[in-house]
């Protein structure tokens, strides 16, 4: 059964700690999408890749955020240093092309003090 | 401008029944894919169904189906003769597929909270 996993789960963290969460998207699929979701903001595009290549990183705050694809079945997301209104859950969702459908993880939830 | 706008933050719907989840949507492209996704309050993002622009034919998946009135820029999702597991947020997403680099994102709607009551 082909899932998007993502590590960790879930997350306490001081603030101006660093954080990292992984995500392995479903083998074959070479588009890698991160999300972060709040009550307020609702799901937000953090930043995507496709083929390992970044495409668009402009949802994600610069100065503390940094997304990569070290190779095709790993993607991180490190927050560094981390503050209080980093909380959120934070998807990872997978997809093969252009126009398929997201496959999206079980999601990070992280929380930070 | 809101790309996706869902304008009921919650709706409630009798088991049984039918419901009509609103998705109104902006974009100047011809080439677009509506989505549906529901999260249960275990968290997980789940498709239900998509609907290319140049579909012809209204999307179905078993209870659901989309409503696509292209003029008026509509996608709203119906659900038949609900059950109580259909209680969920629902999102209504976009991805619009000529806007140069931004061709592969999902851009999601704040959700609808769904409530099936027994």
């Known amino acids: 059964d082909a899932r998007v996993t993502q590590t960790p789960r879930h997350k306490v963290t001081e603030m101006g700690q660093e954080v990292t969460m992984r995500c392995q998207p479903i083998?074959?699929?070479?588009?890698v999408f991160w999300y972060r979701q709040t009550m307020m903001q609702g799901l937000e595009l953090l930043a995507y890749?496709?083929?390992?290549?970044?495409?668009?990183d402009s949802g994600m705050p610069k100065d503390r955020f940094s997304a990569e694809m070290p190779d095709a079945t790993l993607a991180t997301l490190k927050i560094q240093p981390s503050e209080p209104r980093d909380s959120a859950v934070y998807f990872c969702?997978?997809?093969?092309?252009?126009?398929?459908?997201?496959?999206f993880g079980e999601g990070s939830r992280l929380t930070v003090l | 401008a809101q790309k996706i706008t869902q304008t009921q933050p919650g709706m409630f719907v009798q088991e049984k029944e039918a419901v009509t989840l609103d998705c109104t949507y902006d974009?100047?492209?011809?080439?677009?894919?509506l989505f549906w996704y529901k999260q249960p309050s275990s968290g997980e993002m789940i498709f239900l169904i998509y609907?290319?622009?140049?579909?012809?034919q209204n999307a179905t998946e078993g209870r659901y189906s989309l409503n696509f009135q292209k003029a008026r820029k509509s996608a709203n999702l119906v659900i038949s003769a609900s059950q109580l597991g259909d209680s969920a947020m629902y999102f209504c997403a976009m991805r619009e597929f000529n806007s140069g680099g931004s061709n592969y994102k999902l851009t999601f709607g704040k959700g609808t909270l769904l409530t099936v009551n027994p």
């Open positions: 609907q290319g622009s140049y579909d012809e």
């Open positions: 890749f496709r083929n390992r290549a970044p495409l668009d």
């Open positions: 974009t100047s492209d011809q080439s677009y894919g």
């Open positions: 083998l074959g699929h070479n588009t």
């Open positions: 969702a997978s997809a093969q092309g252009a126009s398929g459908e997201l496959f």
